[in-house]
């Protein structure tokens, strides 16, 4: 119940724009052949954005092989680094408040997946 409640309000103040700048950016990636699989991923992320109270990040297995991490370099050159810095930066300014502190906290838990989506995901946390 308390994670419907961080999630309600998540989208209310911001999230909904978060996981909306996730998904437009991936189907401006998709329009490329090249930036299929990072349209894919961003996509993936702007979903999992939407609702991130109550879930966790979760490495698959092959989340390891040389094309996954090949692909997660690429990413981290061109467009992960910008977005976990910006996700530090709302993680900062929410956390100044005390109010502020759990939305801080998803922030914070959305910076390594920012930086190396590839092979990972958020799921629910049972």
């Known amino acids: ?3 419907l409640l961080g999630n309600i309000l998540w989208l209310i103040f911001g999230g909904f724009l978060s996981g909306l700048g ?3 950016g991936g189907i401006g990636l998709c329009l490329t052949i090249v930036g299929i699989p990072f349209g894919i991923q961003s996509i993936k992320l702007g979903f999992g ?4 109270f109550g879930k966790e990040v979760v490495e698959h297995e092959e989340a390891g092989s040389c094309l996954r991490l090949g692909f997660d370099v690429i990413w981290l ?3 992960g680094w910008e ?3 910006l996700h530090l930066l709302h993680a900062v300014l929410l956390a100044i408040t005390i109010i502020g502190i759990p939305f801080a ?3 914070v838990k959305l910076i390594p997946l920012s930086l ?11």
Not at 116 to 126: A, H, S, Y
């Open 1 to 3: 119940m308390l994670a």
């Open 22 to 24: 996730y998904i437009i």
């Open 49 to 52: 954005t939407f609702v991130p």
């Open 77 to 79: 050159v061109f467009f």
């Open 83 to 85: 977005i976990a810095l």
């Open 105 to 107: 906290w998803q922030h």
């Open 116 to 126: 190396l989506p590839l092979g990972r995901e958020l799921r629910k946390v049972d």
